[in-house]
Structures are given as C-alpha cells and as structure tokens.
C-alpha cells in the first residue's frame, strides 16, 4: 500500500514532517520563497487550489491513500502526526466525518467534531455563496446544510477519488483559481466533492 502526503506550504514551520515514515512526502510551495525539494505554485485558491491541482497532476498515478493538509494542521487536528504513523488503525477513532474512503479529521482548538453550515456559510463563515459552486459541479438541488470538519484536513484513497472523471477536478481547479471565497465554500462541501451519491 503506497502512501503519501500532500502539503499546502506558505510559511508555515513544516519540521513536523521529519518525524514521519513510510510516506512519501510532496510539498507544493506557495510562498515567494525558493524552497529545495518543493513544487512551486501560484498563491491562488488556499490549499484548496492545492490539493485539486495535485489530484488533476496525478490523477492516473495517485497513491493507494493520500493525506491532504495545511503546512501547519495542528491548530485544527493536534494528534496529526499520530493520525499519520497509526493509520490505519487511527481512522477507528479519529475519523469525525467519512465517505466510504475518505476521512476528514478535526481535534483543534475551537472544534474537534463535525460542524453544521448553511449555504450561506453561517454560522461561521457568513457571507459565503455554497450553492454557487453546488449548481457549477451537481445536478441535483443543493442540500439546505453541509456537515464539514474546521481546516478540512482529510486522507482518501486514490479509488475514492477516482470515481469522478479528472475534468471534474479540473472544473474544481479553475473554480478555486477564480473564485475568491471558493476556499472557504469547498471546505464546507468537501464531502459532495468525494461523494459520488452528490451527482
């Protein structure tokens, strides 16, 4: 079984990562810093740009399992490291929101369950439009709330992912690369995005 995780880096302290064995490790650099061993990218789209670029970059040599997060997941998920090293026996107690093979992980600060958002992004995040990415990438009506975890750090397996075509990741690039609150509005409908029943 191959795993990986993936980095969304700005300039966050990312030492954490020599503790961790038995991954690969792909770190894609979004600060205005020249970093050896990391894959440059626009400052666009948060790590949400990120993670949907490295599925569409991949796509057709994904590893059996990724993990996706934040250059620093600890304000979000404090047990990270040991989430990573256990799994997958962690996912037993750890996963606080699934689909099938995927698992959003959330023991932070402020919250350490699921939480609730409305299409508005209340309560939140208020301001937020949910349904205007919902109508882009489904066709069926959009929920009247979304069931997210704060941070959306999360691990899927290369299958789940795949039973979406790569264009709809694609679809989910662009929209993160032109849309300014996108980061927000996927990281409370993260689960549709992975959840083939979301048509």
Same mark, same amino acid.
């Given at each position: 079984m191959t795993r990986e995780i993936v980095v969304s880096y700005y300039n966050e302290n990312i030492d954490w990562l020599?503790?961790?064995? !038995? @991954?690969?490790? *792909? %770190? @894609?650099?979004?600060?205005?810093?020249?970093? !050896?061993d990391t894959i440059s990218l626009p400052n666009v789209g948060r790590e949400m740009h990120t993670y949907f670029h490295h599925i569409v970059e991949n796509y057709d040599n994904l590893s059996d399992w990724v993990f996706f997060t934040q250059g620093n997941p600890f304000d979000h998920v404090r047990n990270y490291v040991d989430i990573i090293s256990d799994f997958p026996n962690s996912l037993n107690n750890n996963s606080k929101l699934s689909i099938n093979e995927c698992h959003f992980f959330s023991d932070g600060l402020h919250y350490n369950e699921s939480i609730i958002s409305y299409p508005d992004g209340s309560? *939140?995040?208020?301001?937020? !439009?949910?349904?205007? %990415?919902?109508?882009?990438l #489904?066709? *069926?009506?959009?929920? *009247?709330?979304?069931?997210?975890?704060?941070?959306c750090i999360f691990c899927v397996s290369g299958q789940q992912i795949r039973l979406r075509e790569k264009s709809f990741y694609v679809k989910c690039r662009d929209i993160t690369e032109n849309k300014i609150?996108?980061?927000?509005? #996927?990281?409370?409908?993260? @689960?549709?995005?992975?959840?083939?029943?979301s048509h």
């Open positions: 020599k503790k961790i064995k !038995d @991954y690969k490790i *792909t %770190i @894609y650099n979004k600060s205005s810093f020249d970093i !050896d309560p *939140t995040h208020a301001g937020l !439009d949910i349904n205007g %990415i919902w109508v882009e #489904f066709e *069926t009506e959009p929920p *009247t709330e979304h069931k997210f975890v704060a941070g609150s996108s980061p927000w509005e #996927f990281e409370r409908m993260m @689960y549709h995005v992975f959840n083939i029943n």
